[in-house]
């Protein structure tokens, strides 16, 4: 099983600031990674496929980088709705798939 | 627009039972993989169980082997999740997803509570 793992526990940032969250992988994944958006009482929302593919509806202050094992997740300007959960999860080496234990990003 | 709505969850004593279903409207159903994740109060997101399109193809995660079934009525638009042996850490919120690997539509979530 791959075990992904996420950076900080817990992000705080001003809004307008930029947020750059983290995650790698056990092993490589490729880039078959995806990264969720999770605000309480939600369920999760897709925001990136195939690494760095917004999914539709998503802003373009959201953006993935990274291939293998070593991820980025960067909200270029926070606005209010950005603070939540992110989660990231790999479907390249499944089943199963793996999500990371989650980034908090809270308001500095 | 697709929506896919949980329903089953409750309260139920260790070593107990419950089946969970998922209603899907919007798409055509019987041309999507289907998912069962949960999420335990205040915890991270944890894949259950995957049904192919047609239900020959089925996995579990360890977690579940052996206790939970997943299944299908293509003709009903529905998902289900046999719950058995039911433990306190089995505790979650039980998401219904269309799709097997990045998932774009989620349910709402049905609530299981495993407690004496």
């Known amino acids: 099983e791959v075990v992904m793992t996420q950076s900080p526990v817990t992000l705080s940032v001003s809004p307008g600031e930029r947020a750059t969250l983290s995650c790698r992988a056990s092993q490589s994944v490729s880039s078959n990674l995806a990264w969720y958006q999770q605000k309480p009482g939600q369920a999760p929302r897709l925001l990136i496929y195939g690494a760095s593919t917004r999914a539709t509806g998503i802003p373009a202050r959201f953006s993935g980088s990274g291939s293998g094992t070593e991820f980025t997740l960067t909200i270029s300007s926070l606005q209010s709705e950005d603070f939540a959960v992110y989660y990231c999860?790999?479907?390249?080496?499944?089943?199963?798939?793996?999500f990371g234990q989650g980034t908090r990003l809270e308001i500095k | 627009q697709v929506q896919l709505v949980e329903s089953g969850g409750g309260l139920v004593k260790p070593g107990g039972s419950l089946r969970l279903s998922c209603a899907a409207s919007g798409f055509s159903f019987s041309d999507y993989y289907m998912t069962w994740i949960r999420q335990a109060p205040g915890k991270g997101l944890e894949w259950v169980s995957y049904?192919?399109?047609?239900?020959?193809?089925?996995y579990y995660a360890d977690s579940v082997k052996g206790r939970f079934t997943i299944s299908r009525d293509n003709a009903k638009n529905s998902l289900y999740l046999q719950m058995n042996s039911l433990r306190a850490e089995d505790t979650a919120v039980y998401y219904c997803?269309?799709?097997?690997?990045?998932?774009?539509?989620w349910g709402q979530g049905t609530l299981v509570t495993v407690s004496s």
């Open positions: 999860q790999q479907y390249n080496n499944w089943p199963p798939i793996t």
């Open positions: 049904i192919g399109d047609s239900g020959n193809t089925i």
């Open positions: 997803a269309r799709g097997g690997t990045n998932i774009v539509y």
